[in-house]
């Protein structure tokens, strides 16, 4: 699925359980490790000792889990849960049927460890083509996430991924914030009310056009 350098290769399967029943989760999440999940698989370990890259600041090395699935479809919660349970940013190769989808998440700072999650289309494992660029452990994780982002991340050359990753987490505020105001506007009875609305829907999405 992924063409990195032999000497990354990991592959050593981990046990659900240890995500199940040595962590509090809900039933519902607790069902989809048991039910959804058939195997995890630690394929790769992405760091300066196994892939030539100097060591980064924020990342000192990266993994690649491989879940395999009953079905074409994961709760997000539990990329949640392993992410917790993992000291380092991890790349989720999710496959099912010879299909795979890759996801990754990125902590936000100053929001107590919460993830931003971007992932891939399904697609047959062999189309998948994440490529590993860069020149420490960093840049490889960064370039990753902006891969798999696709166009959620298209930003100006240069542009700091955080500042990419605030830029699209505004864009998807303002594009719930219109979708509720736009249902607000059809049930307002009241003109003046329907022009004040519609006065800032034009705001709210003027600034939508600019990001």
């Not at 032999?6 to 399967?13: E, Y």
């Not at 698989?41 to 600041?57: D, E, F, Q, V, Y």
Request: include cysteine; hydrophobic fraction near 40%.
């Amino acid at each position: 699925m992924l063409n990195l350098p032999a000497s990354t290769a990991f592959d050593r399967r981990i046990p659900k359980q240890k995500f199940y029943e040595e962590l509090p989760l809900t039933p519902a999440l607790r069902r989809v490790f048991v039910e959804q999940i058939h195997a995890i698989w630690w394929r790769s370990k992405i760091a300066p000792a196994t892939a030539n890259l100097a060591p980064g600041r924020a990342v000192a090395e990266l993994e690649v889990f491989e879940l395999q699935l009953a079905q074409p479809s994961l709760d997000e919660g539990v990329l949640r849960v392993i992410d917790k349970r993992i000291p380092y940013p991890i790349l989720h190769l999710l496959t099912c049927d010879g299909r795979c989808q890759a996801w990754i998440g990125y902590q936000l700072a100053g929001q107590g460890g919460a993830r931003v999650y971007y992932h891939t289309a399904w697609q047959p494992q062999d189309d998948l083509n994440l490529e590993l660029r860069g020149l420490d452990t960093d840049a490889v994780y960064e370039n990753f996430v902006r891969q798999i982002a696709g166009g959620a991340l298209d930003a100006p050359a240069a542009e700091p991924l955080q500042q990419s990753i605030a830029r699209d987490l505004r864009r998807r505020a303002l594009e719930k914030q219109i979708a509720a105001l736009q249902n607000k506007i059809r049930k307002e009875k009241q003109l003046n009310r329907q022009v004040e609305l519609n006065g800032e829907l034009k705001r709210l999405r003027k600034e939508l056009e600019n990001l």
